[in-house]
């Protein structure tokens, strides 16, 4: 199984592709679609759709993993962190991949075996299960491609089952 992890956002788009095999797990590709602040927002939601369906495209991809979005105090950040998490959601559709939603603490859960786990914990888990030489950067990567790792643990689980419906 191929899975892409996905930490949304506008300005900063995490992305990792993991292949879980055998109980094993590889890293294929991570990194960050990123926007320029200050462009008009359509051109930065055209950029994250059109990296994002690159990316899909790329690879034999099983699934799609993307972090629940939570409200947090900023209500414009919301907005338009939703709105750039609705275009990866229809590239997701538009290329018929499944679409799972995990929270932060199923990910730490699934990742550490702790929900209340610190990030370094996370992204130190990360590079273990992963077997890479330092933790990946941007945060925003290494957040994806733990999201990839929380989806191949749960994808045999009851939490597999939580596929987005739409």
């Known amino acids: 199984m191929i899975v ?3 930490d949304p956002g506008y300005a900063i788009v995490g992305c990792g592709v993991v292949e879980y095999k055998d109980n094993k797990f590889r890293m294929l ?3 960050a679609i ?7 927002f359509s051109e930065r939601l055209e950029k994250i759709w059109d990296e994002i369906n690159a990316l899909m495209n790329k690879y034999p991809i099983s699934a799609v993993a993307m972090e629940k979005l939570f409200f947090n105090t900023n209500q414009k950040t919301a907005i338009d962190v939703a709105q750039a998490r609705g275009v990866l959601a229809l590239a997701a559709k538009k290329n018929n991949l499944p679409l799972f939603e995990y929270t ?7 990742v550490v075996g702790y929900g209340r786990a610190e990030k370094k914990q996370v992204q130190e888990m990360t ?3 992963l ?3 330092k933790i990946p950067k941007p945060d925003d990567a290494a957040d994806a491609l733990a999201m990839a790792i929380c989806h191949c643990h749960s994808a045999g689980s009851r939490l597999g089952s939580l596929r987005v419906k739409g």
Do not use: C, D, R, Y
Not at 34 to 40: R, V
Not at 104 to 110: I, M
């Open 104 to 110: 932060p603490l199923q990910v730490k859960q699934s």
């Open 131 to 133: 077997n890479l030489e």
């Open 34 to 40: 990123t926007t320029q602040a200050g462009a008009p």
């Open 29 to 31: 590709e991570f990194g």
């Open 127 to 129: 590079k273990i299960l």
């Open 4 to 6: 892409l992890g996905i």
